[in-house]
């Protein structure tokens, strides 16, 4: 799964009536956290994206409700120490 069609799936399931640029502002740190998956895992493995995104939709789907950028990040980074991929205190899914 690219960060794109990520993007597209949670839009989707998103039917919060939100300001439209807090929205905007929460999607950028969602995509942050997309890529910064990308740079972890290898070339061939988008399976930590596809878990977030499916994470985020089910979170929205619940309770209408988005989950935070940190909350978001934090489900990321489970996600990498699960898998074996080293995460730094220092990297954007290590805060």
Known sequence: MTVE????RIREADDSRTETDDREQQYEM???TFRALEDVTPE????GIAVVADWIVERLEADGERPS???V???AREFC???GYDVS????LGS
């Open 44 to 47: 061939d493995d988008d399976e």
């Open 73 to 75: 990040r934090r489900r």
């Open 89 to 92: 205190d220092n990297d954007w």
């Open 5 to 8: 069609s990520a993007m597209r």
């Open 69 to 71: 950028s940190r909350a």
């Open 81 to 83: 120490e699960h898998n």
């Open 30 to 32: 969602y995509r942050k």
